[in-house]
């Protein structure tokens, strides 16, 4: 097996990471995956996901590994690191996307964080991907060229103009000031290290904030942002066309007057 074409995603049962996922099998990538609950597609399922995303990529025809886990859990993720180090021998893209926020989207104003909150959403973003990287080094440092991209957020950009949420947006900052950091640690070992940070993106879980903003006469853009668009920011950062890239924060929204957030 050639490292190049192996790559682990984090957060990979529906949404982002499973088109993330599923983009690289479509490359020919072996694919390891991650994430709590591999059925958990079901609450929050597209339209073209029937089925589990283990399925899904050995309809490919590629080799998969599936792991339940959270990437906040160090033994697990280790685990995994030396398992895809066993049975690959490297591993050329590791792809930190699990994460996400926790309450209501109009709460958690900056004045008054709810620090369980706070800590929950900084365990699942900052954490589990310092841990999933600290897994997976050894066999990225097999690997010829290999790519880490992480998963920014507009949040972690810029403020929202109501100060909520702030929870979320300043662990994604975090997240988006490590990928820097990372970068320059392991650019004399030739490793890149990437972030993408979309806006508001179409995924099941996503959709009721659609809603709300519809019912609220807000400006709607015309185009929401795809879980494939964010697929193929990633596949372009793993990719030898970014081979001059490392340390960079990729915004993946379209300025439009509304707010993307």
Request: proline share 4%; hydrophobic share 45%; with cysteine.
């Amino acid at each position: 097996m050639t490292a190049a074409r192996t790559a682990l995603v984090t957060g990979a049962a529906r949404g982002i990471g499973r088109r993330i996922a599923v983009s690289l099998a479509k490359d020919g990538y072996a694919v390891a995956v991650v994430d709590t609950d591999f059925d958990g597609y079901r609450e929050f399922a597209a339209d073209d996901e029937n089925t589990s995303v283990v399925d899904e990529l050995e309809s490919h025809g590629v080799p998969v590994i599936a792991v339940e886990a959270s990437t906040a859990d160090v033994d697990a993720m280790n685990e995994l690191g030396a398992r895809i180090l066993d049975e690959w021998s490297a591993l050329g893209a590791l792809v930190c996307n699990a994460g996400g926020g926790s309450g209501a989207f109009d709460g958690n104003r900056a004045s008054a964080i709810d620090l369980a909150d706070l800590d929950d959403v900084l365990r699942r973003n900052l954490h589990g991907t310092i841990i999933t990287v600290g897994a997976a080094l050894p066999a990225l440092r097999r690997a010829t060229d290999p790519s880490i991209v992480t998963m920014g957020s507009i949040t972690g950009v810029e403020a929202k103009p109501t100060g909520t949420y702030a929870h979320y947006g300043i662990t994604k900052a975090a997240v988006m000031h490590y990928t820097r950091y990372l970068a320059n640690d392991l650019a004399p070992e030739g490793i890149r290290v990437n972030c993408v940070a979309p806006g508001l993106i179409a995924t099941g879980r996503a959709q009721h904030r659609l809603r709300e903003r519809a019912d609220s006469g807000a400006d709607i853009l015309s185009r929401i942002g795809s879980p494939d668009d964010v697929a193929e920011a990633v596949r372009f950062l793993v990719s030898p066309a970014s081979a001059y890239m490392s340390g960079q924060i990729l915004p993946l929204w379209r300025p439009t007057g509304a707010d993307p957030r």
